[in-house]
């Protein structure tokens, strides 16, 4: 077979790949029908073995739908909440809110958990325009990267550049399914998420230390130590931005670390 035929023969061998990494997936191979018996053996063992790329879907869980209705009534919960914010706060504090209509000047960046039952403005009594907040999975900040996480980066810079805030906290809290996550991650295991046990391997350093330092604990006591050092690591990774850097040596910028504990109604601030 000359080489323009066997070119075209491979060419007749149609695939679509995906190759997300491992995980716990159901594997699809997608392929044309393969070459025809009738070629002579003598062809066939020219041309090199196909490749076949598979592709690798995940298998989402979904929870049972939600009738129509409900979704209706959740909608609705979201308007009732805002009229009444609209008549019994926003209207009633002009003072507030006409100055933040020309701009924000916020004291603080506050990083949180995205929990639903932690929110910084309500346990620390923050009002709209004192806090730029970013929540994410586990509360975490990432090391400078301009290549990764642009996102958490970008807001850094813009409240410490732009913004000119005195003070970054960074505020765990217990019972952290994202910390617990973290702790549970096996090496070599596959994920089972598309982004959330790669985001949480961000506090990868703190969980071995935890579990070098801690070893004898039950899992859920070093869930709790590692929810704060956790935190600990996120303000040694606020250090890496040269901004931040600059910030903390000139004495504009002050770093803090938090948990709130929503079982018995505590929260902790310290200093690195």
């Known amino acids: 077979m000359s080489t323009a035929a066997a070119a075209a023969a491979a060419q007749s061998w ?5 190759t997300p ?3 716990a997936t159901v594997v699809a191979s997608l392929a044309s029908p393969s070459p025809s018996s009738s070629s002579s053996s003598s062809n066939s063992s020219n041309l090199p073995a196909p490749f076949r790329p598979r592709l690798i879907r995940n298998t989402p869980v979904f929870a049972a739908p939600v009738a129509p209705a409900a979704m209706d009534a959740a909608v609705d919960r979201l308007k009732d909440g805002f009229a009444k914010f609209k008549t019994e706060f926003y209207d009633k504090k002009p003072e507030l809110f006409e100055p933040l209509k020309a701009g924000q000047a916020p004291k603080y960046m506050v990083f949180s958990c995205a929990d639903s039952r932690v929110c910084p403005s309500v346990t ?3 009002e709209p325009g004192e806090a730029f907040t970013v929540r994410n999975i586990a509360n975490m900040v ?3 990267c301009k290549i990764k996480h642009a996102g958490v980066g970008s807001a ?3 409240a410490v550049c732009a913004l000119k805030v005195e003070l970054i906290v960074v505020i765990g809290h217990s019972r952290c399914g994202g910390i617990k996550a973290l702790l549970s991650l096996k090496d070599g295991a596959p994920d089972s998420f598309h982004f959330v046990e790669d985001w949480v391997r961000t506090g990868f350093p703190a969980k ?7 070893a004898s604990l039950p899992f859920d006591d070093q869930c709790a130590i590692l929810e704060k050092e956790a935190v600990n690591q996120s303000l040694e990774n606020l250090k890496t931005y040269p901004f931040v850097k600059e910030g903390i040596a000139n004495g504009t910028l002050k770093l803090v670390g ?3 504990d929503f079982v018995s109604g505590n929260l902790d601030l310290w200093e690195p």
């Open 14 to 18: 149609c695939f679509a790949t995906v």
């Open 21 to 23: 990494r491992s995980r």
């Open 124 to 126: 620390m009594g923050l």
């Open 142 to 144: 990432p090391a400078y």
């Open 156 to 158: 850094i810079e813009y």
């Open 208 to 214: 071995k230390k935890v579990q070098t330092e801690h």
């Open 258 to 260: 938090g948990h709130y």
